[in-house]
């Protein structure tokens, strides 16, 4: 019998979480910084995921583009189950998902024949060499000419060092017996007994200790998916790009938007050697090994098109934008790769205070002067660092906002119910930007609270501890559990409180509520009609 499996892990399930990187309006955000054209403003469009494990990302970002019709594979059938129940509960009609392999996965009746935008997060390093052939194959026959691939990937040399390590730990998991956690936690507790007794491989590579104190916080479904298939190959650039071409893909840009923004990564003498190579795939690579660069979230294009000078800046001009974190005033700290990004508060200042009203296109914040004196180089510069650290994000047009509030909706109740159980969905989804935020457990049982009836944040508190005080749940504050009840309950209404002032304005911009829209009120004439 064959290994339905292929070596990869599927004893745990995978994790529950969503990218931004897979969402359309964040990828034509990505082509527009760099200049570059692309066709993810169409009225309607074709996504496919390949290898999309729980399949949640591919769930929202059905609910919140309704008018994309989104396909999604995973092998694993415990996956593709739960991705099924998740779409029926959010009642996602342009959600598709397969229980398939890579290799008959392009044979499944009912498949568009081309696709605008194929995604591979978190696949394509941990797939055998004749998967990842699939893979390029399928690429090469449905992704249609002007379409988007986006990848994510293990790079060279920032996992040089770890390689070594990386394989002690597969080899000692995979020679134990029993359930998988177990074996997982005997391997990393072998690895720190290598490290205590000295041995050279440590001494000479010290950056290891830091990732093996990060492994240990790891849940064990993360770290066998990540780390433990038995495919697990980290690239160079140049192979992977190599890889892209045999499908007629050419290298378009970072989905990273601060990658964008050369002065924020490299030095003056860096930046002048980068420029000093002419070969665009050789300053790739020459950028990780600058970085030692671990991990890359690239977009390829097929037949890529760049935009004029007075064409890209048209494309900026119609780009909307929406505040997706609070905004109180004063300055704040941005960060890039755990350095602080040297901005200056009167650049963005204005920018966040307009956007406090809603979400603007790049045109209309221009109208209103917040970009004050400055160039179109530091206007672009300035919104590329705001949306690459999360601050900001592109939006969707306005034409469909309300069917998309309403799919929104339908997934982000059935994402809150959840809630009353178990804290494993993180995002809910936004019928404004296409994409999703992210919501604790709290956060979430607060909104479900007020899509009952319940106006008062205290309500929302009492509400949240009914549901967790019979399953046992306690909250921590200061480093111990509270375990009186009305100690949980006091932590809960000043959560509660914080979230109506603070989440719950920036809920209503980004149009992620629970409740149904008010009918609106009958005029005169249709009430004489009635």
């Avoid at 070596?7 to 990187?21: I, P």
């Avoid at 009912?110 to 990842?132: C, M, T």
């Avoid at 206007?379 to 949306?387: A, F, G, Q």
């Avoid at 119910?417 to 969905?425: G, N, P, Q, Y």
């Amino acid at each position: 019998m064959n290994d339905w499996t292929s070596g990869y892990v599927a004893e745990l399930d995978y994790t529950h979480d969503f990218y931004r990187e897979l969402a359309p309006s964040h990828l034509a955000f990505c082509a527009t910084s760099q200049g570059q054209k692309h066709g993810l403003n169409q009225p309607t469009l074709n996504y496919c995921e390949l290898g999309c494990g729980q399949g949640f990302s591919a769930n929202l970002l059905a609910a919140a583009n309704p008018h994309i019709e989104v396909h999604a594979m995973d092998f694993n059938p415990a996956h593709i189950h739960g991705a099924r129940e998740l779409a029926e509960q959010a009642q996602s009609p342009n959600m598709h998902f397969y229980e398939n392999s890579f290799e008959d996965f392009a044979t499944v009746s009912g498949l568009p024949e081309s696709f605008d935008v194929i995604a591979l997060h978190g696949v394509y390093s941990w797939v055998s060499r004749k998967n990842q052939n699939y893979i390029l194959d399928f690429l090469a026959k449905r992704l249609k000419p002007g379409g988007l691939v986006y990848v994510s990937y293990n790079t060279m040399p920032g996992w040089a060092a770890a390689l070594p390590l990386r394989r002690i730990l597969a080899d000692r998991v995979s020679q134990g017996e029993g359930p998988l956690p177990p074996r997982i936690q005997d391997a990393i507790e072998h690895v720190t007994e290598l490290q205590s007794i000295g041995t050279g491989y440590f001494d000479s590579n010290p950056s290891l200790a830091a990732w093996l104190a990060k492994v240990k916080t790891m849940s064990p479904n993360y770290l066998a998916h990540e780390y433990l298939n038995k495919d697990w190959t980290p690239f160079h650039f140049a192979d992977l790009a190599g890889d892209m071409s045999q499908a007629k893909l050419s290298f378009l840009a970072s989905a990273d938007p601060s990658d964008h923004v050369e002065d924020l990564l490299f030095t003056p003498e860096q930046i002048a050697a980068l420029q000093a190579e002419v070969n665009p795939m050789r300053r790739q690579a020459l950028r990780d090994v600058i970085l030692n660069e671990q991990f890359r979230t690239d977009i390829f294009a097929k037949g890529r098109l760049r935009h004029s000078e007075r064409g890209t800046i048209g494309a900026w001009f119609e780009t909307p934008l929406a505040l997706t974190r609070r905004y109180a005033g004063g300055s704040i700290k941005l960060t890039c790769r755990n350095r602080e990004i040297p901005l200056e508060q009167t650049q963005y200042e204005p920018i966040l205070n307009a956007l406090k009203d809603g979400p603007q296109t790049v045109r209309a914040l221009l109208d209103r002067g917040v970009f004050g004196t400055g160039t179109w180089a530091d206007i672009s510069r300035t919104l590329t660092i705001l949306v690459g650290t999360g601050h900001l994000a592109p939006c969707l047009q306005q034409d469909g906002l309300a069917e998309r509030s309403e799919r929104c909706r339908a997934f982000n109740l059935a994402v809150c119910k959840r809630a009353e159980d178990s804290e494993t969905l993180r995002f809910l989804a936004s019928p404004v930007t296409g994409s999703g935020i992210e919501f604790d457990r709290f956060e979430q049982l607060f909104l479900l609270a007020r899509s009952e009836g319940l106006s008062t944040p205290n309500e929302w508190a009492d509400l949240a501890w009914q549901i967790l005080a019979p399953q046992g749940q306690r909250l921590h504050l200061d480093g111990r559990i509270l375990e009186t009840p009305e100690e949980n309950l006091a932590v809960l209404r000043v959560r509660a409180n914080a979230f109506a002032a603070q989440r719950l304005p920036l809920c209503e911009s980004l149009g992620i509520t629970l409740e149904p829209p008010s009918p609106e009120p009958q005029t005169q004439q249709s009430q004489a009609a009635a």
